[in-house]
């Protein structure tokens, strides 16, 4: 399907909503992710960046490119860490526990955008949006399920650890330099403890 097609249909869903910015990024990730910087790429960036921020202008969010020219980023004022996200989410008095409550309430449609707290629409936009277009569509259920437990944790203590969790552990949030100590190294091997058959 052409892209002018498939942003037709992303701007027929509910603006703002977590089906509207998961698609948006599924898109980014396909038309601009994948591709070569050429100027089809530089083409459809703009184009999806448009789109995006004439659903956001209300928010004062902008999408714009990071430093590698495929990369999405979300701003608002200046572009924010995970680490200094979740800290301001848990800040409140239940650990964070209520702004993971009106996550869910987003993500399941029955809140608007626009009744986030402008960290948790920071959040919600980053999570669904730019992670999706960096091609973390799968991590969305992991991040759900981290947003239940803290929803229901039994204190603002661990309501607020389980934030501070999720902005170290939930894949995405990794840094490339973060993420390469995590691959795999495989042993030398060691010809003298090889059977000779």
Do not use: C
């Not at 924010?80 to 399941?108: F, H, M, P, S």
């Not at 626009?114 to 949006?129: C, G, K, R």
């Not at 437990?149 to 973060?178: F, N």
């Amino acid at each position: 399907m052409p892209l002018t097609t498939e942003l037709g249909e992303a701007l027929t869903l509910k603006s703002g909503s977590a089906n509207q910015l998961a698609y948006l990024g599924r898109l980014w990730h396909a038309y601009v992710w994948l591709e070569p910087d050429t100027a089809a790429a530089a083409g459809a960036r703009t184009r999806i960046a448009d789109a995006i921020n004439g659903q956001l202008a209300t928010a004062r969010i902008k999408i714009t490119r990071g430093f590698q020219a495929y990369d999405p980023v979300v701003r608002r004022g200046r572009p924010k860490r995970y680490v200094a996200l979740a800290a301001t989410l848990a800040a409140g008095t239940d650990g964070g526990a209520g702004q993971a409550t009106a996550l869910i309430e987003w993500i399941k449609g029955t809140r608007e955008l626009s009744a986030l707290s402008e960290p948790a629409q920071e959040f919600a936009v980053i999570t669904h949006f730019a992670e999706l277009g960096r091609g973390y569509s799968s991590q969305l259920d992991a991040l759900y399920k981290r947003l239940v437990g803290i929803a229901g944790a039994g204190s603002a203590v661990e309501a607020a650890a389980s934030w501070a969790d999720l902005a170290t552990k939930w894949s995405p949030v990794l840094t490339y330099k973060e993420d390469s100590g995590t691959d795999y190294v495989p042993e030398k091997d060691d010809d003298s403890s090889m059977s000779s058959d």
